[in-house]
Nanobody, 118 residues
Framework: VQLQASGGGLVQAGGSLRLSCKAS????????MAWFRQAPGKEREFVAR??????YYADSVKGRFTITRNNAKNTVDLQMNSLKPEDTAVYYC??????????????WGQGTLVTVSS
């Protein structure tokens, strides 16, 4: 499975960005997909996940971010609204996991940088 993340960039605080992750190879429409992020000097942290049972968000992004999935296109998107400077990080998509820990996920994309200016 290969994951390709895109959509990062520079945005002012309060703005929006939409990240997209394209899965290819032996991917499954039932595998849980998730977004994580890693800020400079910090550990990778969970952002959101989507599975057959629904969606789940980190408290820090709840109400601002929305994760969606298009099984026909093998993509999972992360719509990020009301962005804050503390959202600045490299965002990674991941597949085939069960929870919110990074070490639970098998496949990872290369990351896309999101920078939010104040």
């Amino acid at each position: 499975v290969q994951l390709q993340a895109s959509g990062g960039g520079l945005v002012q605080a309060g703005g929006s960005l939409r990240l997209s992750c394209k899965a290819s190879g032996r991917t499954s429409s039932t595998s849980t997909m998730a977004w994580f992020r890693q800020a400079p000097g910090k550990e990778r942290e969970f952002v959101a996940r989507i599975s057959w049972s629904g969606t789940y968000y980190a408290d820090s992004v709840k109400g601002r971010f929305t994760i969606t999935r298009n099984n026909a296109k093998n993509t999972v998107d992360l719509q990020m609204n009301s962005l804050k400077p503390e959202d600045t990080a490299v965002y990674y998509c991941a597949q085939k996991g069960v929870g919110i820990r990074a070490d639970e996920y098998v496949y990872w994309g290369q990351g896309t940088l999101v920078t939010v200016s104040s």
